[in-house]
């Protein structure tokens, strides 16, 4: 099985705090920089699943860094720069307490609650009628916040964000503002690429002079679901499961293998054909949503090439 960067183990100049979330390593260095490392980690459920995932960690930055280039002329966002294919450094900012999830169609977890019987998510109604993968006439937002205990995202809506005073109205008008935006250019990057921006999910921080920004990735594998645009039709008419850029198949392998996250559930081990299988998916869908030929990293020494890459960054700096 090739070699994947699952629990990397630095430490770099003046760095002030460290923090290891289901994906990324987060370091801050001089109380104002961040520097997160994707690692192969892979969580699905809010769980990190046992075994990491060959290149995906620097497919993820690659994709998540090109996404921010593609529409730092819309949306402000942290970036500075990314010294190595695993690596981001930009600026620290205070993270708001919600994240500004896009639907466009009636997939994954919003199928599921439909599926239930819910008619209203996160303070969103739905009509009557739908099937797994309909399109709505127009985006919707439904936000999540982490649940007061766990690490868990929980559904909230527009109107509780408001009254809990999580985010004042000014400030929730501009994410979402900054949401439909960013969702419109991604659906227009996708079509240009015969791909359908399913839905996503956005996070925003604030900088120290008060600015509202993009934080974390964008219109990844990790944070959206894309479907192909030519076959969506007549699969959709014949009631066929969509074919799917996002890691939503390896939810269902997991669902297929008694496994949703909940108490008491085991994580399946992961066969290492189904692991190269995920890591080929994540390939495919950078090569089709850039255009772009996927050069693999060299694993053999990535630790000390990524610190020294973070290094040299700040030296510079």
Same mark, same amino acid.
């Given at each position: 099985m090739?070699k994947s960067l699952?629990?990397?183990?630095l430490?770099f100049t /003046?760095?002030?705090?460290? +923090?290891?979330? =289901?994906?990324?390593?987060?370091? *801050?260095? /001089? /109380?104002?920089?961040?520097v %997160?490392? @994707?690692s192969?980690?892979?969580?699905?459920?809010?769980v990190?699943l046992?075994?990491?995932?060959?290149?995906k960690?620097?497919?993820?930055?690659?994709?998540?860094?090109? %996404?921010?280039?593609k529409?730092k002329?819309?949306v !402000?966002?942290?970036?500075?720069?990314? !010294?190595?294919?695993n690596?981001s450094?930009?600026h620290?900012? &205070?993270?708001?307490?919600?994240?500004?999830?896009?639907?466009?169609y009636?997939?994954?977890?919003a199928?599921?609650?439909y599926?239930?019987? =819910?008619?209203?998510?996160?303070?969103?109604?739905?009509?009557?009628?739908l099937?797994e993968?309909? =399109?709505?006439?127009?985006?919707?937002?439904t936000?999540?916040?982490?649940a007061?205990?766990?690490d868990?995202?929980?559904d909230?809506?527009k109107?509780?964000?408001?009254?809990q005073?999580i985010?004042?109205r000014e400030? +929730?008008?501009?994410?979402e503002?900054?949401s439909l935006?960013?969702f419109?250019?991604?659906?227009?990057?996708?079509? @240009?690429?015969?791909?359908?921006?399913v839905?996503?999910?956005?996070?925003?921080g604030k900088?120290?002079e008060?600015?509202?920004?993009?934080?974390?990735?964008i219109? *990844?594998?990790?944070?959206?679901r894309?479907?192909? @645009?030519?076959?969506?039709?007549?699969?959709?008419?014949?009631?066929?499961g969509q =074919?799917?850029?996002?890691k939503?198949?390896?939810?269902?392998?997991? %669902? #297929?293998?008694?496994?949703?996250?909940k #108490?008491?559930?085991?994580?399946p081990?992961l066969p #290492? #054909?189904?692991i190269n299988?995920? *890591?080929d998916?994540y390939?495919e869908? +950078?090569e089709k949503i850039?255009?772009?030929?996927?050069?693999?990293e060299n694993?053999t020494?990535?630790e @000390?090439?990524?610190?020294?890459a973070? &290094? /040299?960054f700040?030296?510079?700096?």
């Amino acid at each position: 099985m090739l070699k994947s960067l699952t629990y990397p183990d630095l430490k770099f100049t /003046n760095q002030t705090d460290f +923090y290891q979330g =289901k994906v990324r390593n987060v370091y *801050t260095l /001089n /109380n104002d920089i961040l520097v %997160m490392i @994707a690692s192969d980690r892979l969580s699905a459920f809010d769980v990190v699943l046992p075994q990491g995932i060959p290149q995906k960690g620097q497919i993820l930055n690659t994709l998540a860094t090109y %996404m921010l280039d593609k529409t730092k002329d819309l949306v !402000p966002n942290w970036l500075i720069s990314s !010294p190595h294919p695993n690596v981001s450094i930009g600026h620290k900012c &205070e993270a708001f307490k919600v994240e500004m999830v896009v639907r466009q169609y009636l997939t994954g977890h919003a199928a599921r609650e439909y599926k239930s019987g =819910k008619r209203v998510l996160c303070g969103v109604s739905l009509p009557e009628g739908l099937k797994e993968h309909d =399109k709505f006439e127009k985006p919707i937002i439904t936000p999540t916040t982490k649940a007061e205990q766990g690490d868990h995202d929980m559904d909230i809506s527009k109107e509780e964000i408001l009254a809990q005073g999580i985010v004042s109205r000014e400030d +929730y008008d501009m994410l979402e503002d900054y949401s439909l935006k960013l969702f419109e250019r991604g659906t227009e990057i996708a079509k @240009a690429q015969g791909l359908l921006l399913v839905d996503t999910k956005y996070e925003f921080g604030k900088t120290p002079e008060g600015e509202i920004v993009v934080i974390d990735e964008i219109h *990844t594998p990790d944070s959206s679901r894309y479907f192909y @645009a030519d076959t969506y039709q007549e699969r959709q008419a014949k009631g066929l499961g969509q =074919k799917q850029l996002s890691k939503e198949f390896v939810r269902e392998w997991l %669902m #297929e293998h008694n496994f949703q996250g909940k #108490e008491g559930q085991k994580v399946p081990e992961l066969p #290492e #054909e189904f692991i190269n299988h995920v *890591t080929d998916r994540y390939i495919e869908l +950078y090569e089709k949503i850039t255009a772009q030929s996927f050069s693999r990293e060299n694993y053999t020494s990535i630790e @000390a090439d990524i610190y020294n890459a973070v &290094e /040299n960054f700040l030296k510079n700096y």
